[in-house]
Every structure is written in C-alpha cells, then in structure tokens.
C-alpha cells in the first residue's frame, strides 16, 4: 500500500478543528456543564455545517459559546493541539501545519494564566511531533479586531516571547 502525497496546512484553526468525540470527552473530563446529555444531541451543538450556520457570525457564535469554552484549560488545551496535529497527520499525512488560536479566548476571561494556556499548547504539540516524527508543526496566535489594542499587543508579545518554542 503506497502512502498518501505529504501535505502542508498552514491555517488550521484550533476551534474548528477537533473532532465533537474529543471536545466531548475534555467537556466531560472537566466536568463542564453541558446543555445536553447525549452525544449526539452534542454533536450537532457544536457542528457548524453548512445548512445548520448560514453567515460568518453563525459560525463564530458557535466556536465562542462552546469550542473556546470547552477548550479553556492548560489540559484542553493541550489535548486539543495533540488531537489536531496526529489527527491531520493519521487522516491527511499533513506533515506541516501551522494551528492558528487566540490564547486570551481560552483563558476564561482571565481566570486561567495565560503562560500556562501557552504552555499546554506548546505540551501538546511536542507531544504530537514526537508520536509523529515526519511532522513539523507551529504555533499562530491570532490577534482579535474586537480586543483592545493593549490585549493585541500582550498576545503579540506573547508570541516572541515562546518563538524558541514553535510559535511563530
């Protein structure tokens, strides 16, 4: 059996990239309240398929009230990055990516450190490229037209600062 053609994926969203049976289960290893108890029914709450969202705005109303809440841990976090990486890579023999994610939305509105979100993500993808050593993957933090410019420029100065560990 010959191996699928390497691919390159630059823009990965951290959001909108794992899979509803991981965000389950780290809504459930957190013992985050859900408005459902079936997984199907969560499945379809956190979907964002065409025909269920129809603007821009839809869509990211689902990835603020559930994906980035799920995902607001050091250990969502990292399981999420871990997830997506071997994932692409299993799925797609994606063997450069780049996952794009705004740090500051997975704090909980500052309840978490934001070195420590930082950290578990930069965990995760060590993690992932060392199960799957023909990957090489990086870190992008996104900046938010709805954030002050002081919260821009504390994400930008995050960025250099973890360089040496993948941001970039």
């Known amino acids: 059996m010959s191996r699928p053609r390497d691919l390159v994926d630059l823009h990965i969203h951290v959001g909108g990239a794992v899979a509803p ?3 389950w289960s780290i809504a459930h290893d957190q013992g985050f309240k859900l408005p459902v108890s079936d997984y199907w029914e969560f499945k379809e709450l956190v979907s964002a398929r065409p025909g269920k969202v129809k603007s821009l705005d839809e869509y990211l109303a689902v990835m603020h009230q559930w994906t980035e809440r799920i995902q607001s841990s050091p250990q969502a976090m990292e399981r999420s990055v871990y997830e997506v990486i071997g994932g692409a890579y299993r799925k797609n023999n994606v063997t450069q990516l780049e996952l794009r994610f705004n740090p500051m939305k997975r704090n909980r509105g500052g309840e978490q450190e934001l070195d420590h979100i930082i950290a ?3 965990r995760g993808m060590d993690r992932a490229v060392l199960e799957y050593p ?9 900046l938010d037209r709805g954030f002050s410019r002081e919260l821009n420029e504390i994400i930008a100065a995050k960025a250099i600062a973890w360089q040496s560990r993948g941001v970039v």
């Open 120 to 122: 578990a993500a930069v």
């Open 21 to 23: 049976h991981i965000l």
């Open 134 to 142: 023909q990957v090489r993957a990086g870190l992008v933090f996104c």
